[in-house]
């Protein structure tokens, strides 16, 4: 292209035939080219590009393209370059092992789908080793890409907004019947919630579209064991709102597993420090009361007329409980004078919601007093991208 452009206003072009050139494409050669190694006439047609050479050629080079005088050329000759085939933008992309919508994993092979929808089809690898260094190496990209996407947007949000977490799942469908058992969603905990996206949220607008948005202090998430796994796809783990309704998600490595898990304790134990209490309307034989979750005083239940406090007692005070799966929850306390248990039993509209939010005020409580957990919730202050190193254990 630069020799026709420095040519002036008249090309004269002359076309030869060169008897190597069949042979470099692999194309079949005619039977007076005796100059092209015999394993090279298959027959097979490769493209130009798909060898990675590229045609080197200098403006002063005046000597004749010929059989003979190509090779021996001092201004053209093949130079061996990496041909980019396609690109995949790893920001909010997402890869899989397994077969689209299955349990069906792929044996030493992925793929690897950016945010667009461009896929870089099956990649096979000749090793399961090799087949995780990839994977690990891929999900390392994207999740720095990730944290230094979060912080960037995090600047616009305000402090009780502040992104924690954003990535992919795929999500069990509840119909079976459906030849697609998973669909891929898109997580994010943002300040109070959780949102689950068809697509990752990019305009301020955007997160006012999500599929649907749960508050993450009435929500209970559960690390799946291999017991609890509904099929072949390992890394589980399963959501359960405020209405009771249980969602089981899928990860591709149990480093993405770990992350979301401590993700979703820093948004809780964020969220309920921020909030303190949460007041829910409740029944108390035939008498409509309210009871208060406080961070700091524990339990106090008072009569939603007068306001009067008719019991209180600490997180500490809590032995038990039980519920019957619709609206009634039965506390145990233990008094602190007598030491006899006392049982409470209140009716709510919203049981899940409300055993949900207890538990995670426990689980905020208990957190608080790992200094190891504590500490890094301040540097998750200063800098959301960073989850929690300490790990909850509780027992309700």
């Given at each position: 292209v630069q020799v026709l452009r420095n040519a002036g206003e008249e090309v004269t072009l002359t076309v030869s035939f060169l008897k190597r050139a069949p042979a470099f494409l692999k194309l079949p050669l005619n039977e007076d080219?005796?100059?092209?190694?015999?394993?090279?006439?298959s027959g097979t047609s490769s493209p130009l590009c798909d060898s990675g050479l590229h045609l080197n050629y200098h403006p002063n080079n005046t000597d004749t393209l010929s059989c003979s005088s190509w090779p021996a050329s001092p201004g053209l000759r093949w130079e061996k370059r990496w041909c980019d085939l396609r690109l995949i933008p790893l920001l909010h992309s997402r890869f899989s092992q397994y077969l689209p919508g299955s349990d069906l994993c792929r044996q030493n092979a992925f793929q690897v789908i950016a945010v667009d929808g461009v896929c870089s089809g099956i990649i096979q690898c000749l090793s399961a080793e090799d087949c995780i260094d990839?994977?690990?190496?891929?999900?390392?990209?994207?999740?720095?890409l990730t944290k230094h996407n979060i912080k960037k947007i995090n600047r616009n949000f305000p402090v009780n907004q502040q992104i924690v977490y954003m990535g992919w799942t795929e999500e069990r469908e509840q119909d079976t019947l459906q030849d697609r058992m998973y669909t891929p969603k898109f997580l994010a905990l943002r300040g109070s919630s959780l949102y689950k996206f068809l697509a990752p949220p990019v305009t301020t607008w955007d997160?006012?579209?999500?599929?649907?948005?749960?508050?993450?202090?009435?929500?209970?998430?559960?690390?799946?064991?291999?017991?609890?796994?509904?099929?072949?796809?390992?890394?589980c783990f399963s959501v359960q709102s405020e209405s009771g309704e249980d969602l089981y998600f899928s990860v591709e490595l149990e480093s993405d597993l770990t992350l979301w898990e401590k993700a979703f304790q820093t948004a809780t134990f964020l969220e309920v420090e921020r909030i303190q209490c949460k007041t829910y309307a409740c029944v108390l034989e035939s008498h409509l009361m309210g009871l208060t979750i406080d961070f700091s005083m524990g339990f106090v239940c008072f009569d939603a007329a007068t306001k009067a406090v008719l019991w209180r007692y600490k997180f500490s005070q809590l032995k038990g409980s039980s519920d019957d799966g619709k609206s009634k929850i039965k506390f145990l306390f233990q008094n602190q004078d007598t030491k006899q248990i006392e049982a409470k039993e209140l009716e709510f509209s919203n049981l899940f919601a409300v055993l949900h939010c207890i538990h995670s005020f426990f689980a905020a409580k208990v957190a608080c007093l790992d200094p190891l957990y504590v500490g890094s919730q301040a540097t998750t202050s200063a800098a959301p991208t960073t989850s929690g190193t300490g790990k909850l254990k509780y027992t309700t």
């Open positions: 080219c005796a100059c092209a190694p015999s394993d090279q006439s990839w994977l690990q190496a891929i999900a390392s990209n994207i999740s720095n997160w006012t579209r999500a599929e649907k948005t749960f508050s993450v202090y009435e929500i209970m998430c559960k690390i799946l064991k291999d017991s609890d796994l509904l099929d072949r796809r390992k890394h």
